[in-house]
């Protein structure tokens, strides 16, 4: 989608700043995702604005955003999702754009509740500082074997809820790297219900129902995962029916 297109569309709803985003940080919470067209995005995302503001940062209605992942050789954070184990892991660098800021983050989730610790980086390697690595070692003890598995790259709009403790994330532009290698998955929207606990009383829910869309358990890291590895090198079948709902979006 075209940056014109997004300043275009999120030009009706009030605006927040990062310091007003503080009370809804939520680094302990429940996220409902669901995957949609872009076409069904703005179909959904011009009736909201009644009920939520949207995060501004230096006059831009949107943000972009660079990931690097970790994992370990054998891509155990990866198999670990693909197995559905309870408690697992995502590690990265996220790199925010719109004021040049990186953070390392580790994601954890435990008993369906989605847990971040993150401090600041200035890396964009395995090569971390002692600062991170002690960080690391509080949450992921056997951080020294960790190499960097997939970059990505997206847009973000977010948006804030006027009276709940909630937010709700868009991803556009979706697209990862590897190896020198690039691959974009245009049309795709990645969205992001995130909660203190489960509400469904909201109208983005509502509009999620209204259209059939069921919730769907994506995780971007898994997805660019298995478009750089072949089934013969990583197990995907637990992941069939979402990517075949994913392929009918992206086509």
């Not at 898994?222 to 992941?239: A, D, P, T, V, W």
Request: proline letters at 2%; a positive charge; charged letters at 30%.
């Amino acid at each position: 989608m075209l940056l014109s297109d997004i300043q275009d569309i999120t030009s009706a709803f009030n605006a927040v700043s990062l310091s007003e985003m503080d009370t809804v940080k939520l680094m302990k919470r429940v996220d409902t995702k669901f995957a949609i067209s872009e076409k069904d995005f703005k179909n959904v995302f011009v009736n909201l604005k009644d009920e939520y503001n949207v995060l501004e940062v230096n006059n831009d209605k949107y943000s972009e955003y660079e990931s690097l992942y970790f994992d370990q050789s054998d891509l155990i954070f990866y198999k670990d999702h693909h197995r559905g184990k309870a408690n697992r892991l995502k590690i990265r660098i996220r790199k925010y754009k719109s004021n040049e800021l990186s953070f390392l983050e580790v994601k954890k989730k435990h008993k369906g509740q989605t847990i971040k610790s993150r401090i600041p980086s200035k890396s964009w390697s395995e090569g971390f500082t002692s600062k991170e690595r002690e960080f690391l070692s509080q949450l992921y003890p056997n951080h020294s074997s960790l190499i960097p598995s997939l970059e990505n790259k997206f847009i973000r709009i977010t948006l804030v809820h006027k009276e709940n403790i909630e937010r709700l994330t868009f991803d556009l532009n979706l697209s990862y790297k590897k190896d020198g290698q690039t691959i974009e998955m245009e049309n795709l929207v990645v969205c992001e219900l995130k909660q203190e606990k489960i509400n469904r009383l909201n109208s983005f829910y509502n509009e999620m129902k209204k259209k059939l869309v069921r919730p769907l358990r994506v995780s971007k890291y898994c997805l660019g995962i298995m478009e750089f590895h072949s089934s013969k090198q990583i197990k995907s079948n637990r992941f069939k029916r979402k990517t075949l709902q994913l392929k009918k979006i992206l086509c």
